[in-house]
């Protein structure tokens, strides 16, 4: 059966392997903004030892291999392992750590500098202002949500797109841990090139739609706040 | 800014419907081998087995060797794979319960149509390698010490010759699996060792063909065992001796037996006589 | 007008600031007190921003203090209007509110609407504010700032880049602000506007306090040779 024909006559387990992604990637999307874009923020706006260090450190961990985080997760979550006792290994929860902790430091390092350049453009109206350090970090934040949106968007793209670390700490379930990438590795691995195709060009439109999404909001949101 | 509590609301419903109720959930994980699941049996004997026990069974496929390391860390609590010296080992490490002959497949050497070795129809898979290497054609290896990598060091052994270990141009480690050795060889125009299973569900065939078979060395047993519980207290025993018992059972033969694409069978079923 | 305390007058003491190697102020003295608006005035790179700043609490002197009637800052009442005012991504009203809620003061509709109105903006409230003109973002910034409610008021070049209209209108502003009690501290190079505004003139010159004095004895009878050149090349220009 063609992916097409798959789409067509919605098929639900496709539908069912396209939601697990969904949920999967923006759950890790959604963490590691949680984490890294305070994080980025508060290393973009203090000065401490080793800083230029850790900032390379973390730029650097941008280009974190895919299968390499995997690898790592794999054996943080074993049973052998130190977190084994959660017995989430094999399940939706592992890759959204697994992706949690790819895009982690992409969304830190891109908003340390968004944060930074900010800050030097604000810094003197916020500090005229009296505002505590808190509501500095978060009054950056929230005008700098435009970029930080695009910032989302490529952490998004970068977790939806990437095989390695789901295929290992997810093992490819059917049904239960199979996502869009894994599905496309395995039916080229098993010569279904045709199928691997459709299924990769219905990846690619789900990221392009999220992405028209996103600048929709962004274009409504421009001229009403911008 | 009145947005931002619900969507994290939002978010973390969606993040907490993931988790499974893992207390009561009847679901165990097998470990088992690409070329048995790429074939398509799981996706055709494990709805029987759910619909007889509600039991669900979540396969991760590795390469056997892998799926073997999968079993001794406790991360699976049924290994079924095809190498029956690890399995063995498995066993007398005290990682596995009991090692259960299942089925048989063969595997058979697959070739370019052109077959620049001239060994095509030929029934003696020593002759056949002896004169892959003689032509220095190529030849892809899984090289991922899966259950199937294996067997073809064992026949290159029964040869008497060791490309592995000489590491010669024509022989290539691709370190993946089946489908992924067939499509190589498809695009180099090379031999490899593949399950009958796997090729005759492989779609890609190109200019490939079966060069030999039919040689009693290409035999292919499977065998499934419990993870050992004494090692891994968290292990479902249960449930994983329950499907165990299923596999084995007249059931469970069957329905192996009923696995047919195009018409043919890929497994043959030998729980009770196999080894 | 006010019972709480003063921070005035503001006294600077052989005050040196550095950037690098460039030396901004140098030694300066002075003391700003209450009273009618004091006017900074001198060529570009006399040092008047960095006074200004300094004056604000934005800048560490390198050498030399500056001090304040009252020592606690934290009831300090001063606000800024910068040469190029920082927009907040949000509306006008919004950019209101958050001066409001920084001062610690309550976000009253009223009081937001009574401030854009002051400025001229009542019809914008709901604009973004990086959308508005120069010279509307210049009496938003207006806005923002008497939304502290400060005793005294920093400008800093306030309509260095706007046309004569815009002009008028943030100089009425800031006359009706002083007018009103607040101390007004302003650094200008538009003579016109020194001698429209000023009660009071500090001139600096290269980094030095020249002459602080009347603002009608300083354009009629200045005391030295460079401020005298400053008003004659301003002047012919």
């Known amino acids: 059966m063609s992916a097409l024909e798959l789409i067509v006559s919605g098929d639900a387990r496709l539908f069912a392997i396209v939601g697990l992604s969904l949920i999967v990637t923006l759950s890790a999307t959604f963490f590691a903004a949680v984490i890294g874009m305070p994080l980025g923020a508060l290393i973009a706006l203090t000065r401490f030892p080793g800083r230029n260090a850790l900032i390379v450190i973390l730029n650097g961990c941008m280009g974190l291999p895919p ?88 952490g998004f793209g970068r977790a939806a797109a990437e095989v390695g670390a789901v295929m290992i700490v997810g093992g490819n379930i059917d049904g239960f841990t199979r996502v869009m990438t894994t599905t496309i590795a395995l039916e080229t691995s098993k010569g279904n090139l045709a199928l691997a195709i459709g299924l990769g060009l219905v990846l690619i439109s789900i990221i392009l739609l999220i992405n028209a999404m996103a600048w929709a909001v962004r274009g409504w949101a421009e001229r009403h706040a911008g | 800014m009145r947005l931002r509590p619900i969507l994290i609301a939002a978010f973390l419903a969606i993040g907490t419907a993931t988790l499974p109720a893992s207390a009561q959930d009847k679901s165990i994980v097998v470990a088992s081998t690409t070329s048995t699941q790429d074939s398509g049996l799981f996706g055709f004997i494990l709805p029987k087995f759910k619909a007889k026990t509600g039991i669900d069974v979540k396969v991760i496929a590795q390469g056997t060797g892998q799926a073997l390391d999968t079993g001794r860390r406790g991360d699976a609590d049924v290994v079924f794979v095809h190498a029956k010296a690890q399995e063995e080992k498995f066993v007398a490490d005290g990682f596995g319960v009991k090692r259960y002959p299942v089925m048989y497949n063969d595997f058979v050497l697959i070739g370019p149509k052109a077959d620049p070795a001239g060994i095509k129809g030929g029934k003696d898979i020593v002759v056949g390698l002896k004169a892959i290497n003689d032509k220095a054609s190529p030849f892809v ?29 024509w022989y290539r480690e691709i370190g993946q699996g089946m489908g992924a050795a067939l499509n190589t ?42 993870v050992n519980p004494t090692k891994h207290a968290h292990v479902k025993k249960e449930l994983g001796q329950a499907f165990i018992d299923w596999v084995v059972s007249g059931e469970g033969q069957q329905a192996i037996r009923d696995y047919k694409i195009d018409g043919q069978q890929l497994f043959f079923p030998n729980a009770g006589t196999g080894s | 007008m006010r019972d709480r305390p003063t921070s005035l007058p503001i006294r600077f003491d052989a005050v040196t600031y550095s950037a690098g190697t460039t030396a901004i102020l140098r030694e300066v003295s002075l003391s700003i007190g209450a009273g009618p608006p ?200």
Request: glycine share 8%; net charge positive.
């Open chain 3, 38 to 237: 004091t006017v900074l005035m001198g060529p570009n790179g006399s040092g008047k921003t960095t006074l200004l700043k300094m004056a604000m609490g934005l800048l560490t002197p390198v050498s030399g203090r500056v001090d304040y009637a009252d020592q606690k800052d934290q009831a300090r009442r001063h606000a800024f209007v910068f040469q190029k005012p920082v927009m907040l991504r949000r509306t006008a009203a919004r950019n209101i509110a958050f001066a409001l809620k920084a001062a610690g003061r309550a976000n009253d509709p009223a009081v937001i609407a009574r401030l854009l109105e002051s400025v001229g903006l009542g019809a914008l409230a709901d604009r973004p504010a990086r959308r508005l003109s120069g010279g509307e973002q210049q009496r938003l910034a207006l806005a923002r700032a008497l939304a502290r409610d400060p005793e005294v008021l920093f400008l800093d070049e306030p309509t260095a880049s706007l046309d004569p209209a815009a002009t008028k209108g943030v100089e009425d502003i800031i006359a009706r602000t002083a007018q009103a009690g607040v101390k007004i501290v302003m650094a200008t190079h538009d003579l016109g506007q020194a001698r429209r505004l000023a009660g009071e003139i500090v001139f600096l010159a290269n980094g030095r306090l020249l002459e602080q004095m009347p603002a009608s004895t300083f354009f009629t009878n200045p005391a030295t040779t460079e401020a005298r050149r400053f008003l004659a090349g301003e002047l012919v220009i």
């Open chain 2, 185 to 226: 060889a498809g695009a180099m125009l090379g031999y490899v060792l593949s399950d009958r299973g796997t090729w005759i569900s492989f779609k890609n065939k190109g200019d490939l063909q079966i060069a030999v078979e039919g040689d009693k060395r290409l035999f292919n047993q499977y065998g499934i065992i419990l």
């Open chain 1, 67 to 154: 299968v390499v985080v995997g690898l790592g997760v794999f054996l943080l979550l074993s049973r052998s392992g130190p977190l084994g006792e959660l017995g989430i290994l094999f399940t939706p929860q592992a890759m959204i750590i697994a992706q949690a902790v790819l895009i982690g430091p992409i969304i830190a390092a891109l908003t340390r500098q968004v944060i930074e350049d900010l800050w030097a453009e604000y810094r003197d109206e916020l500090v005229a202002m009296d505002l505590s350090r808190t509501s500095r970090v978060a009054t950056l934040l929230w005008d700098a949500r435009f970029s930080l949106m695009t910032i989302l968007l490529a």
């Open chain 2, 141 to 169: 290896s899984r090289g991922d010490k899966s259950g199937t990598h294996s067997a073809e060091l064992n026949l290159w052994k029964a040869a008497s010759l060791d490309p592995a270990g000489t590491k010669p141009g």
